[in-house]
């Protein structure tokens, strides 16, 4: 996957519905970018970490609630 | 007492002082509403203070403290952050939108320092929903920080860290989402402790992201850190995320001795891009570490450099939060806050789930690591404060930060003062321990702080 781009930035505001002011738009994209970049460099099908999930661990409450 | 020696005390010597009769919570309230009224006109640290209330307070204390009464935190003078709840007393979240929202109860934390026997002294400016600093035009003015005025003080908890550094409290609550308790308490040199996720209730504080928010206790001192920790720990039906663990006895540890503590230190991720002047300052806190009888070793994370995709998991959760709100009253958010909370609506769901896969990873190799070490040690943050003209200057993006894969994986971790930059702004040490060993953190920040004095070095208020 690739560095994020302004138009991506864009595409993905309007499939959300929403407005970014255009002088924003750079600082939103260096956002996103940084933040999916650990992402693009997982191979998702190799980690064995599955989370969110959900757990029930003897030590929770009295109800067996976390 | 001189009139800075007294502001600047310590909960101990405070309670000593008050058992003793050589000082009344009132003349102390009374000392520290003199100056907040001389300081705060510039540093901005209070949003609202409450003297009426603070007064009632100490009153209530001076009785209690004839009749016998030796709670520590009786008569100990508090400053708790705006996004905190006090019943009667508005809360702003440093936010137009609730710029007079006055909340029916008070918040746990607080709650639970009042019954102690603290007095309240106001409402601390918190970035705007603990995540914009206010820009110029704001409603609310954001807190100066009393090392130098034209850099911040840290946030989002940064009139904690004003008030606190300034000597305008004893104590202070803040919260800690990405590192809001420890960035004012290394931006401002005063100590703030973020204890593991559920061990203080979030009940009645604004949520900025419900998988990393902490509340908890920021002071002058690691010592003053237990003192408040003891009081607010503990398990709260009212917080579903709120742990049932048993509370430590964070003030009995303290003086324990360090000789055989082992000090991990991750040297990747925490350490790139740090001003040269913060690695000497590291340097030298684990020599003098390794002079108190510690074992300093590196050692490795593998995932670290994940830690990152901390971000798709924060500005997700936090529009989660806000969206309503910011759709229909987006002119109610200050310009830095809103951009990044829509930021949070571009993340897909995939990467939602992704990001929290690869913090459970994080967080397991971390809990490995703390197998053959008792404490982690890094830089609390790479460079010491930046001006708010950097901050203001979007073009710039977000600083880098050495503190949120403490809130990923959940872990207590405390931030103290190790030294100065050449531009006299205070640079930060930040321990990090295991689950619910806070006791071994704060023991840890405490044999530094018998050892140094940077913990007591004043601001030029």
Same mark, same amino acid.
């Given at each position: ?21 255009e002088?924003?738009?750079e ?19 190799a ?9 029930f661990?003897?030590?929770g409450?009295?109800?067996g609630?976390? | ?6 502001v ?9 002082r ?6 009344s919570?009132?003349e ?7 100056r ?44 708790y952050?705006d ?10 979240a ?27 002294l106001?409402?601390?400016?918190t #970035? ?13 003015e ?8 034209? #850099? ?21 609550l ?20 973020k204890p593991?996720?559920g061990?203080?209730s979030r ?10 928010? #902490?509340?908890g206790p ?8 237990? #003192? ?9 039906p =009212?917080?579903p995320?709120?742990?049932r ?10 003086d ?6 082992r000090?991990?230190v991750?040297?990747d ?13 590291f340097?030298a ?6 002079g ?18 901390f ?31 829509l ?17 459970e ?11 053959s ?24 993006g ?5 503190t ?6 959940? =872990? ?10 050449s ?5 930060? =040490?930040? =321990? ?30």
């Amino acid at each position: 996957m690739n560095e994020i781009t302004l138009d991506e930035v864009r595409r993905r505001a309007a499939v959300a519905g929403i407005t970014l002011r255009e002088d924003r738009v750079e600082m939103v994209r260096r956002l996103l970018n940084d933040a999916l970049a650990p992402l693009r460099r997982m191979d998702p099908n190799a980690m064995r970490t599955m989370e969110p999930a959900a757990t029930f661990d003897a030590r929770g409450g009295d109800d067996g609630r976390r | 007492m001189a009139d800075d020696e007294l502001v600047y005390a310590g909960i101990r010597d405070l309670g000593a002082r008050f058992r003793k009769r050589e000082l009344s919570p009132v003349e102390l309230t009374e000392a520290l509403l003199a100056r907040i009224a001389r300081l705060d006109p510039s540093l901005h640290a209070f949003v609202t203070v409450t003297s009426d209330r603070a007064r009632a307070d100490a009153k209530a204390a001076e009785a209690a403290l004839l009749r016998g009464d030796a709670r520590p935190l009786l008569g100990i003078p508090m400053g708790y952050k705006d996004i905190y709840d006090t019943r009667g007393i508005r809360t702003t979240a440093g936010s137009a939108l609730w710029a007079d929202r006055v909340a029916e109860a008070d918040s746990t934390c607080v709650a639970r320092l009042q019954a102690a026997g603290c007095v309240m002294l106001g409402k601390l400016i918190t #970035h705007e929903f603990a995540w914009g600093i206010q820009s110029p035009g704001h409603r609310f003015e954001p807190a100066r920080n009393p090392w130098h005025r034209d #850099h911040i003080p840290g946030g989002s908890s940064s009139g904690s860290g004003t008030a606190l550094a300034a000597g305008m409290c004893v104590g202070a609550l803040g919260t800690d989402t990405g590192g809001s308790i420890r960035g004012p308490a290394s931006f401002s040199g005063i100590v703030g402790l973020k204890p593991t996720y559920g061990r203080c209730s979030r009940r009645g504080v604004a949520t900025l992201s419900w998988t990393l928010d #902490h509340t908890g206790p920021m002071a002058r001192s690691a010592e003053d850190c237990a #003192h408040l920790l003891q009081a607010l720990a503990g398990h709260d039906p =009212l917080d579903p995320a709120s742990s049932r663990e048993p509370v430590g006895d964070y003030v009995g540890a303290l003086d324990r001795p360090l000789r055989g503590l082992r000090i991990g230190v991750p040297r990747d991720f925490f350490f790139d891009g740090a001003d040269p002047e913060v690695t000497r300052a590291f340097d030298a806190a684990m020599t003098t570490y390794r002079g108190l009888g510690a074992e300093v070793r590196d050692v490795t994370i593998p995932s670290i450099w994940d830690s990152p995709s901390f971000m798709v998991i924060m500005a997700s959760e936090a529009f989660a939060y806000h969206e309503r709100d910011v759709r229909e009253r987006p002119e109610l958010y200050g310009d830095l806050l809103r951009e990044r909370v829509l930021s949070g609506a571009l993340y897909t769901g995939a990467e939602y789930v992704q990001a929290m896969r690869l913090r459970e990873r994080l967080r397991n190799e971390m809990l490995d690591v703390l197998r053959s070490v008792d404490v982690l040690a890094t830089p609390t943050s790479p460079k010491p404060a930046p001006t708010f003209a950097a901050m203001w200057d979007v073009s710039l993006g977000f600083p880098r930060s050495n503190t949120p894969p403490f809130n990923l994986s959940g =872990l207590p971790a405390l931030a103290l003062p190790c030294g100065f930059a050449s531009a006299g702004l205070p640079l930060s =040490l930040q =321990l990090a321990g295991r689950p619910f060993d806070e006791a071994t953190v704060l023991r840890a920040g405490h044999a530094y702080q018998q050892a140094t004095d940077w913990h007591r070095r004043r601001p030029p208020v």
